[in-house]
């Protein structure tokens, strides 16, 4: 865990993020019954400032996907200071169903039960344009990742087709609730041309730091294994 460790305390000089693991939380483990619907155990969620990643020794098992990942959660801590904004577009329009609820108990008591549907599965533009971001940071590790290889562009290419057909299931499944079925692989395919033809913008914060601390502890890893 050396290089996650590494990276984390570099992300630590601009934000106080804290790890946390899901098989040692109570919490997590309520959690993952509640959220039925998707593999939660498996996952790696923010609460806060708060990583929780499935165990100790999925990080170690993982460790370059770990820092990967840590970065997607970078960007979802930035983006998270001022917390009511991040938390009404990120749960929106599930959000709706409390006051819908109070509107009708208030003034249509017999009708409370339309408040349901703010419930149910409906697309989230707020969700999705945040996840978004995060998986920005997960195609810049990836593509970083690639090139300490020496990877070629049109493999990578190929690679990131392949990742782009994955990621896409998440937004259209439920891993977040079917946030968004109507896919984002134009999205994702923008980014990566971005990332292939250097047109990333570096200086979009928090991207820049994700970039040069990738790169910082991985120079020294040995990627040819």
Known sequence: MKHFNNFLNLLREHEDIKIKYKNESLL????????????????ITTFGNTVYFPSKEHIKKY???????????????CDSKNKIKFLSNYLFPQTY?????????LFFSKLWFLSLIFL???????????????YKANLLGVHIVMNLKSISKEE??????????ELNKEFIGPSYY???PFGVKKELNIIVDDLL?????????????????????????????
Not at 120 to 134: A, F, I, M
């Open 120 to 134: 149910l599965p409906l697309p989230s533009p707020g969700r999705k344009e945040l996840e978004l971001r995060g």
């Open 178 to 180: 079917f946030m968004w």
């Open 63 to 77: 460790e370059i996907d770990s820092i990967i990942t840590l970065g997607h959660e970078f960007v979802h801590i």
């Open 28 to 43: 997590m483990k309520i959690l993952s019954k509640i959220l039925f619907f998707n593999k939660f155990d498996n996952y």
């Open 97 to 105: 169903f409390i006051f819908s609820l109070i509107i009708f108990l």
């Open 156 to 165: 990578q290419k190929n690679k990131f087709n392949n990742i782009i057909n």
């Open 197 to 225: 033809n250097n047109k990333i913008n570096y200086y979009d914060f928090p991207y820049n730091l994700i970039r040069m601390y990738i790169e910082e502890v991985l120079l020294d890893y040995n990627l040819k294994k």
